[in-house]
Nanobody
Framework: QVQLVDSGGGLVQAGGSLRLSCTASGSIFGISANGWYRQAPGNQRELVAQIISGGSTNYADSVKGRFTISRDNAKNTVYLQMNSLKPEDTAVYYC?????????WGQGTQVTVSS
């Protein structure tokens, strides 16, 4: 089992920045990917950014150039630096890990961007 605690959300004006954090505990050996997803009201959950165990990353087109995912292995923590935030980035953001083909989720953190 993997436990995830995500945090860092809040209310910010358009153009502002936030940094989300996700700390993993439990059986963390064998995690192959860490990611951030988001879900806005009425929408499906979508992938925002992902970092694979080898270090490669991929991003949703809508956040490329604005968001950066990174990982601190010593702290078992993954970050999502979000810059130039837009109102359409408003959503609940969920941390995700994949371990031996099983997915685990954080509890979610609300990000609200005002115009």
């Amino acid at each position: 089992q993997v436990q995830l605690v995500d945090s860092g959300g809040g209310l910010v004006q358009a153009g502002g920045s936030l940094r989300l954090s996700c700390t993993a505990s439990g059986s963390i050996f064998g995690i192959s990917a860490n990611g951030w997803y988001r879900q806005a009201p009425g929408n499906q959950r979508e992938l925002v950014a992902q970092i694979i165990s080898g270090g490669s990353t991929n991003y949703a087109d809508s956040v490329k150039g604005r968001f950066t995912i990174s990982r601190d292995n010593a702290k078992n923590t993954v970050y999502l630096q979000m810059n130039s935030l837009k109102p359409e980035d408003t959503a609940v953001y969920y941390c995700n890990v994949v371990r031996y083909s099983r997915e685990y989720w954080g509890q979610g953190t609300q990000v609200t961007v005002s115009s």
